[in-house]
C-alpha cells in the first residue's frame, strides 16, 4: 500500500514538471494602459502608452497599432525599453469628430520559449471625450466684442492718384520727346530740294573768296567739289578716298583732262590738310577760278 502511495505520488509529480508553459498562472503579468489626458479638442493629440509588468523572463509580442476608423489617426509609435528589453508600445492618437472615443484595446501575445503561441493579455480600454474647440473650458461669458472691420470706399483714392501721376509722367515724357524734334517747315524743306547744285556750289565758292586761313580754304574747296559730283553723277564721292577716286575713273562720265585736273586738285587739298604743303594766297585765287570753270563745265556735260 506504501509503495502505491508513492508510486501516485511519483507519477502526480511527473505530470507536474512535464505540464506545459501555459498552465502557469497568469496573474503576475498585468497590462496597463495609459492616456496623459482623457478630454481633448478636435484634432488634438494624446499620448497612450501600454505597458507591461511582471514581464521579466517572458516572450511577449507588442504588434503595432491598426487604423480602425478615419476619425482616429495614429502618430509616431515607438516602443518601451528598458535594461530588461521592450516592456511595451508608445504612441500619439488624435480625434477627428466630437464625440466619446474609447483607446485601444491593446492585446499583447505571451510565447513559450518554443515561440509557440501561449497566450494573449488586453489592455483595458480607456474613455476619451472629443470635443469642439468652441466649448473647451467651459466658456459661458460672452467674448469680446471685436472692433470695426474696414471697409474700402467705393471710389479707389489711391488707385486713382496713382493713375494720374502715371498718365501725367507719361504725358511729360512724350512732351519733352517732342520738343527735342526739330522739324523743318515744309516751305524751307522744298526750297532746299529746289536749290540748284551748280548755283549753291557757286555760292559757297564765292563764300570762299574772302577766306584767309589757306588750310579751311582747300578743305572746302575739296569737300564742295566731291560733293557737286556726287550729287550730278550720283557717285558717293564724299564717302570715297582720293586714291579710290583716281582708280575708278571710268565710273566718271568726265573729260580725262578734266577728271585728271580734278584728281590734282583733291590730291593737293589733301596735302595742305594734312600740312604737307602750305600754297600761298594766290595759289589759293588760281585754285578757286578753276573751280569755278570746273563746276560750269559740269554743268554743260550735265545739260547734253
Known amino acids: 500500500m506504501f509503495r502505491k502511495s508513492l508510486l501516485f ?4 509529480w511527473m505530470y507536474l514538471a512535464c505540464s506545459p508553459e501555459k498552465s502557469q498562472p497568469k496573474s503576475s503579468l498585468s497590462v496597463i494602459a495609459t492616456v496623459d489626458t482623457t478630454k481633448v479638442r478636435i484634432g488634438e493629440k494624446i499620448q497612450f502608452k501600454v505597458s507591461t509588468v511582471g ?3 517572458m516572450t511577449i509580442q507588442y504588434p503595432t497599432l491598426e487604423l480602425l476608423s478615419d476619425s ?3 502618430h509616431d509609435f515607438n516602443y518601451i525599453q528598458n535594461q530588461n528589453g ?6 500619439e492618437i488624435s480625434y477627428w469628430d466630437t464625440g466619446t472615443y474609447w483607446t485601444p484595446a491593446y492585446e499583447i501575445q505571451v510565447l513559450n520559449k518554443d515561440s509557440t503561441y501561449n497566450y494573449s493579455l488586453s489592455a483595458d480600454p480607456i474613455q476619451i471625450d472629443v470635443i469642439s474647440s468652441i466649448i473647451l473650458g467651459g466658456q459661458t461669458t460672452i467674448r469680446p466684442i471685436k472692433g470695426p472691420v474696414p471697409v474700402s470706399g467705393l471710389f479707389p483714392m489711391k488707385l486713382s ?3 494720374g501721376l502715371l498718365l501725367f509722367l507719361i504725358g511729360t515724357m512724350i512732351w519733352i520727346w517732342k520738343k527735342r524734334i526739330h522739324i523743318s ?3 524751307n524743306r522744298k526750297e532746299i530740294i529746289k536749290k540748284d547744285p551748280f548755283e549753291e556750289a557757286i555760292s559757297r565758292l564765292n563764300q570762299l573768296e574772302h577766306e584767309t586761313n589757306v588750310k579751311l580754304f582747300y578743305v572746302e574747296l575739296s569737300y564742295l567739289l566731291r560733293e557737286l559730283v556726287e550729287r550730278v553723277f550720283y557717285i558717293r564721292t564724299l564717302e570715297m578716298t582720293t586714291l579710290e577716286i583716281s582708280e575708278n575713273g571710268h565710273l566718271f562720265q568726265l573729260d580725262k583732262s578734266i577728271f585728271k585736273n580734278w584728281v590734282s586738285q583733291l590730291e593737293k587739298a589733301d596735302l595742305v590738310k594734312y600740312a604737307k604743303y602750305v600754297p600761298n594766297l594766290d595759289s589759293c585765287g588760281q585754285d578757286r577760278r578753276w573751280a569755278s570753270q570746273f563746276i560750269h563745265e559740269i554743268k554743260v556735260l550735265s545739260e547734253i
Open 9 to 12: 505520488l511519483g507519477l502526480a
Open 55 to 57: 514581464s521579466v523572463g
Open 72 to 74: 482616429v489617426q495614429y
Open 86 to 91: 521592450i516592456v511595451g508600445i508608445s504612441c
Open 161 to 163: 492718384i496713382m493713375v
Open 185 to 187: 517747315p515744309e516751305v
